[in-house]
């Protein structure tokens, strides 16, 4: 792959953006300036490293991405009352067409996926595929068996046919419920909490598949997945899918 045509699929803006960054001395290639547009870059592995104004990046074929989002922020690239979460994020991450893998409400914080890659965004978003996600929710009154027991056998949300159950519904302190569901439906942990007697205060995804976000990584920062994360993902209960 040439030069310009590998910083193009990276995000780094239009082919004649990059030949400009290119011609203008500011990529390196193994620590030497690269001026030639059309110098080949074979792509071996480990994947080629370049810098770009002093910055290091490593080429991926797809971008995936695991953000620790904080409250404010919503899930979309025209945001209504908030700062989007592609604020958090390069541009090139954007320029590349990543999207957010689902959603979490504005003032929900913790683990959101961002891919460029569609058959990735589907697998976790199809609620055929059943990924479990874990939640913590801090709710305003104390928790107790029956509101456990009624989350576990399925509550019935407004405008709903059938309840909903979660895979499981644990206490880990008096106001903090773990929650695990596998679907995604519109504000469902705080509706699914509130048709079993409470009221979710804060809420925090902690953990897709098998995949549990990072104790290192700060909130609003994010993070490369590498192929154990990615592994990590398809686990159910343990197991590979």
């Known amino acids: 792959m040439d030069l310009e045509t590998l910083l193009f699929s990276q995000g780094f803006g239009s082919r004649r953006q990059c030949r400009g960054l290119v011609a203008e001395g500011r990529v390196r290639i193994g620590g030497e300036p690269c001026t030639d547009p059309r110098a080949d ?37 025209d ?4 700062l989007s979460v592609f604020h958090l994020l390069p541009p090139q991450l954007g320029e590349r067409g990543v999207q957010s893998v689902g959603r979490l409400d504005q003032d929900t ?36 068996d029956d509101q456990l027991a009624r989350l576990r056998e399925g509550v019935l949300l407004h405008g709903e046919t059938k309840p909903s159950a979660a895979l499981a519904a644990h206490r880990r302190d008096e106001r903090l419920l773990e929650l695990t569901v596998l679907e995604g439906k519109y504000h469902q942990v705080k509706r699914m909490v509130a048709a079993a007697g409470n009221r979710v ?40 899918e």
């Open 109 to 144: 914080t913790g683990l959101l996926l961002l891919s460029d890659d569609g058959a990735f965004v589907h697998a976790f978003t199809s609620p055929k595929r059943k990924v479990p996600k874990v939640y913590l929710a801090t709710v305003r009154h104390p928790l107790d």
């Open 79 to 82: 945001p209504q009352h908030h």
């Open 41 to 77: 870059i074979p792509l071996l592995t480990p994947p080629p490293a370049f810098e770009v104004d002093g910055h290091a990046w490593t080429y991926r074929e797809k971008a995936y991405v695991a953000l620790n989002k904080p409250a404010g922020y919503e899930c979309s690239r």
């Open 201 to 240: 205060e804060k809420l925090h995804r902690e953990r897709i598949g098998g995949y549990a976000l990072p104790a290192s990584l700060a909130e609003g920062e994010w993070r490369w997945l590498d192929e154990n994360d990615l592994a990590a993902l398809r686990m159910k209960d343990g197991r590979a």
